[in-house]
């Protein structure tokens, strides 16, 4: 039987990577690895380089660093030192990686040594790959609300104002991306050719404080992850009409779409990840909660025989 493979990592005394199986027939999710990983620092965002098989893990403290891991055994690979960050996009074509510190960090993902670092203004929080022209974009809760990076050399684009506090964002690599906004219960919708705000979405009141954002680039939909009400509320990515809002669990601060098995997922502070089936493009149920550890953070990754979230 094919299965999914869920990767949580949770913040407890020691930090722990946890890989969860799911079987896409029957049967309940369960843990099926954990790894411990030690060392202080916290972290946010968790990136699964699918095509480079690496796991990043930037964790900020007195000691900031980003932790490597092999995607499929959970081994340290190594540590870029000294990169306060919070996040990490990688352009597979170049082998380039970039975190979202201050400066940000630009370097080789084959063998993580430093290429350069980047002044950019604001506070950098996020940050996404769009494979659709090679940026990378750096995301900031204070103006520049986003600054744009070519990944082929790392110089800055442009900045662009997004109306609002952005959290995550998602790309159709045809040149469109929708940025959920949490300060302001919207989503805005890029055009990231022009590097301009086309449009923004309103949640309709179904939800507030959008943390997380996934996209069915198939169906064209956004799965928006909200924390005032928790909710999963989703929309139609061209028009912006809100098809429907689940209940998640509380805390979210993340969130996925696996294509394959038609699911989107919350990783959710209260120790859940919440999965959520798209069984069309009008119809969406709660598939399960599933429980991982507080303070867990989700992504998804790829392999030939098995997925990871």
Request: hydrophobic share 40%; net charge neutral.
């Amino acid at each position: 039987m094919k299965k999914i493979l869920t990767l949580v990592i949770g913040t407890t005394v020691v930090a722990t990577l946890a890989i969860i199986a799911m079987a896409q027939a029957s049967g309940p999710n369960k843990v099926l690895n954990t790894a411990r990983v030690g060392g202080e620092g916290r972290f946010d965002y968790v990136f699964a380089d699918s095509e480079g098989r690496k796991l990043y893990v930037p964790r900020t403290a007195t000691n900031p660093r980003i932790s490597v891991y092999d995607l499929e055994t959970l081994k340290l690979l190594g540590e870029i030192p000294n990169v306060n960050a919070r996040g990490v996009a990688v352009d597979p074509k170049t082998s380039h990686g970039f975190a979202s510190s201050s400066p940000v960090a630009m370097f080789d993902t084959k063998t993580l040594a430093p290429i350069k670092t980047i002044a950019v203004e604001g506070g950098p929080d996020g940050i996404l790959f769009d494979p659709f022209n090679q940026r990378v974009w750096v995301f900031s809760h204070r103006a520049p609300n986003a600054t744009i990076i070519d990944s082929k050399d790392g110089s800055i684009v442009g900045t662009l104002d997004l109306g609002g506090a952005p959290e995550q964002a998602a790309t159709d690599g045809k040149g469109h991306m929708w940025v959920d906004l949490e300060d302001k219960d919207q989503i805005a919708a890029v055009d990231t050719k022009a590097l301009k705000v086309t449009a923004t979405y309103g949640l309709e009141g179904k939800g507030g404080g959008p943390g997380g954002l996934a996209f069915d680039l198939k169906n064209r939909i956004l799965f928006a992850s909200c924390h005032t009400p928790a909710t999963m509320v989703i929309l139609n990515a061209d028009t912006g009409k809100v098809i429907d809002a689940l209940p998640i669990g509380t805390g979210t601060d993340g969130a996925t779409f696996n294509p394959s098995t038609m699911e989107a997922f919350s990783s959710n502070g209260d120790g859940t990840l919440t999965v959520i089936k798209e069984e069309s493009a009008t119809k969406f149920s709660v598939e399960q909660n599933v429980a991982t550890m507080r303070g867990a953070k989700t992504q998804i990754g790829r392999a030939s025989c098995r997925e990871r979230v």
